[in-house]
Nanobody
Framework: QVQLVESGGGLVQPGGSLRLSCVASGLTFSYAMGWFRQAPGKEREFVAA????????YYADSVKGRFTISRDNAKNMVHLQMNSLKPEVTALYYC?????????????WGQGTQVTVSS
């Protein structure tokens, strides 16, 4: 049984940073991993993704230069470092896994971790 569990969300002031983490179990780590987010009243959107071999990353244009995705295959974890946070990135952030590197249609999803950027 595949499980993805996110952590690291919270309340942060504008301009601050957060590091989200996701630990995966029940799958071999030849999976690509992604981060998505969904704000209230909006559709879920792609944020970032990383290949199974850690050599290819994709980012949404809105987060390029501020967010960094990384993974630690030895620990079955993927991270999302978020810097220079703005209120508009407030959302529920989901970790996802799939056999292919993509910006949508992932097979497995976590329950999400809330990120709130507010003063």
């Amino acid at each position: 049984q595949v499980q993805l569990v996110e952590s690291g969300g919270g309340l942060v002031q504008p301009g601050g940073s957060l590091r989200l983490s996701c630990v995966a179990s029940g799958l071999t780590f030849s999976y690509a991993m992604g981060w998505f987010r969904q704000a209230p009243g909006k559709e879920r959107e792609f944020v970032a993704a990383i290949s199974s071999s850690d050599d290819t990353t994709y980012y949404a244009d809105s987060v390029k230069g501020r967010f960094t995705i990384s993974r630690d295959n030895a620990k079955n974890m993927v991270h999302l470092q978020m810097n220079s946070l703005k209120p508009e990135v407030t959302a529920l952030y989901y970790c996802a896994a799939d056999t292919k590197l993509a910006t949508s249609s992932y097979d497995y999803w976590g329950q999400g971790t809330q990120v709130t950027v507010s003063s």
